[in-house]
């Protein structure tokens, strides 16, 4: 079995973490040169701003509260760094898959939903980057998983469907 | 074929230094300060409210998110959108955050309010020049 661990809506969570006064705000992180979003708070994507959408095809939500921010890559490369470290200290066997992605083999986990509980809970407490993880039998339905665990946004869901595999958001 | 070479150190022609097998790593503040790096985070505090806690402004506060927060510890907490070094505690059996100086009055949590916690401080580095 394999976990896809994905941090929710990365680069927009880093820039919360130290901003508590953008929380439950529309928030999206422009690309360099402020040209397109590459990240978009929940509420941002409530507003309907697809990802990859121009500065200018989004500036007339700044009036439904909208904020939009540069992006900071020093910022999100060591948060990302830290979240990493903390899944390397739970498990020997973790690839980093991108900058807010990893994918863990379970093949010596007994427990593979409470290890992803625990881990859900170490993370976001020791890092305060919120994250969401899918397990599957293949490290492609592991990141099926997690798609499915963002998509439907409960806690914790189990389901043994259509492709054995596990969702936790 | 495998090879393995093994470094013994440095040999000297002349005479070899007395202190050589006695050499230790210098003092690297860094891993004194920080046990969990991948937890921890640092912040300058500005304002007085902490200074009988011996927190003075310009402070350097070292905090570790992995510490569980306890009657006592002094956290970094976010109240009312901003982030505040208070010491955690009770008081009549609400969460409460105290100042360390009279002119603030204790914050006090109670059924439906929320604090967050955001981190434990575990070092306070003041500039003393």
């Known amino acids: ?42 509420e941002a994507k409530a507003l309907g701003i697809p990802m990859g959408a121009p500065a200018f095809k989004i500036r007339h939500l700044k009036a439904h509260g909208l904020i939009t921010m540069s992006c900071n890559f020093p910022l999100y490369a060591d948060l990302s760094n830290r979240v990493m470290q903390t899944l390397k200290d739970e498990s020997p066997d ?3 898959y991108s900058i807010d992605e990893a994918f863990i083999n379970l093949k010596k986990t007994k427990d593979p939903l ?19 993880i899918g397990i599957g039998p293949t490290k492609t339905l592991s990141k099926a998983a997690n798609r499915y665990a963002k998509k439907i946004k409960i806690k914790q869901t189990m389901s043994m469907l259509l492709i054995r595999t596990v969702h936790i958001f | 074929m495998n090879m393995t070479i093994i470094n013994l150190g440095q040999i000297t022609a002349g005479f070899p230094s007395p202190a050589a097998d006695h050499e230790h790593n210098r003092l690297d503040l860094l891993q004194k300060l920080v046990k969990k790096p991948a937890s921890t985070f640092v912040f300058e505090v500005q304002g007085v409210s902490m200074i009988q806690a011996g927190i003075m402004p310009g402070a350097w506060l070292v905090v570790d998110r992995s510490i569980t927060p306890r009657n006592g510890h002094t956290v970094v907490a976010v109240v009312n959108s901003e982030f505040t070094v208070k010491r ?4 009549d059996g609400h969460p409460a955050l105290f100042s360390a100086n009279k002119k603030y009055a ?4 109670k059924e439906f309010d929320e604090l967050e916690i955001w981190g434990v401080a575990t070092y306070c580095i003041n500039p003393l020049v």
């Open chain 1, 1 to 42: 079995m394999f976990a896809l661990v994905d941090c929710n809506n990365f680069y927009a969570s880093c820039e919360r973490l130290f901003r508590p006064d953008l929380r439950n705000k529309p928030i999206a992180v422009l690309s360099n040169n402020d040209g397109c979003a590459i990240a978009r708070s929940e």
């Open chain 1, 94 to 96: 973790v690839s980093v």
């Open chain 1, 114 to 132: 409470n290890f992803a509980l625990s881990i859900k809970k170490i993370v976001e407490r020791n890092t305060g980057i919120s994250i969401s």
């Open chain 2, 88 to 91: 955690f505690g009770y008081q």
């Open chain 2, 106 to 109: 204790p914050i006090l949590f």
